[in-house]
């Protein structure tokens, strides 16, 4: 499954490439890529454990950027 969401308050590039490095590193992520410029994160996971995926994605996340928001 292949979703988008939008991101806000990601304040600078080096934290978008720490979070999409971590990211893809997610057991059960085939690809992701955090953009920005758009404040874009693009994520490709297991169908049958996105939820449980995007969960991890969050934590990762606000490790890395604690004021960035993932709107889902």
């Known amino acids: 499954m292949k979703k988008r969401y939008k991101l806000s308050d990601l304040d600078c590039a080096n ?6 490095d971590a990211i893809n590193k997610l057991d059960g992520v085939t690809a992701a890529t955090v953009s920005f410029l758009q404040q874009k994160l693009t994520i490709e996971a297991e169908d049958t454990r996105f939820d449980e995926i995007m969960d991890q994605v969050v934590k990762v996340c606000k ?5 960035c928001v993932i709107e889902r």
């Open 63 to 67: 490790r890395i950027e604690p004021d």
């Open 15 to 20: 934290c978008a490439a720490k979070m999409e």
